[in-house]
C-alpha cells in the first residue's frame, strides 16, 4: 500500500485539489471575456469553467504509466486507482456540503456547486482519455471540452447550449447527470485492468 501512496502520490493530488476549492472561494464569479462562435458575440465565461481541469489533469498525470510489476501484485491496483478518483471527487463535495447547505454565510453556493459538477465531468472524461488514447493524450478531452465550451457553448444573452454541460448552471439536471454518467463510464474503464484478461 505504501507503494501505492508512493507512485501514486497522493500528497500532490490532495494539494491541487485543495487549491481547486480555495480558488472557487476566492475567485466565485470572477470571469473572463472572451468572443463567441456560438450565437453570442461575446461573453463572460466563468473562471470556474477552467480551475476543475487541475485536479482531473493531475489525478491523470500521479496515475503515471503503469509498471509491468502491476501486472502481477496481489492488490488489485485498478481498484485502488478508481477509488483515488471516487475520493477526488467526494473530497470536493465533502468541502462543498456545507456551503451548499448554507452554513457558511456569505458565499455563493452555486460556484461551488458548478465546480462540483465540472469535477465530475472532466475527471470522468480524463479517465475515459486514459483507457481509449493512453496517459499522455488523456488530458486532451477533458481541455478539449473546456475549450469548445468556452468559445462555442453559450447562445444568446450568454445563456448555455443545451450541451454545454461545463457552462450550465447549476440547476441544470442534464449536465449533472451527463457528468456523473462520464464519470461511472471512467472509472469503469479504470477498474477494468483489474479484470482478468
Not at 57 to 70: D, H, K, M, V
Not at 173 to 178: A, R
Request: hydrophobic share 55%; aromatic share 8%.
Amino acid at each position: 500500500m505504501t507503494w501505492w501512496l508512493r507512485t501514486r502520490r497522493v500528497h500532490l493530488l490532495a494539494i491541487v485539489t485543495i487549491g481547486l476549492w480555495v480558488a472557487t472561494l476566492l475567485l466565485g464569479n470572477a470571469s473572463l471575456p472572451l468572443p463567441q462562435l456560438g450565437g453570442a458575440t461575446s461573453a463572460n465565461v466563468p473562471v470556474i469553467l477552467f480551475a476543475p481541469l487541475a485536479p482531473a489533469i493531475t489525478l491523470n498525470t500521479c496515475y503515471g504509466t503503469s509498471a509491468p510489476i502491476e501486472s502481477t501484485a496481489l492488490r488489485r491496483v485498478a481498484a485502488l486507482d478508481s477509488l483515488l478518483a471516487v475520493t477526488v471527487v467526494a473530497g470536493m463535495a465533502a468541502a462543498t456540503a456545507p456551503i451548499a447547505a448554507g452554513w457558511i454565510n456569505g458565499v455563493q453556493d452555486d460556484v461551488f456547486e458548478q465546480a462540483l459538477r465540472n469535477l465530475i465531468c472532466y475527471t470522468g472524461l480524463a479517465l475515459i482519455g486514459r483507457a481509449i488514447a493512453g496517459i499522455h493524450v488523456s488530458t486532451v478531452l477533458p481541455t478539449l471540452l473546456a475549450l469548445i465550451v468556452s468559445v462555442f457553448g453559450y447562445g444568446a444573452e450568454q445563456v448555455a447550449h443545451w450541451w454545454a454541460w461545463p457552462a450550465a448552471g447549476a440547476s441544470d439536471t442534464l449536465s449533472w447527470v451527463g457528468s456523473a454518467a462520464l464519470l461511472l463510464v471512467g472509472l469503469r474503464y479504470t477498474a477494468k485492468g483489474d479484470f482478468p484478461r
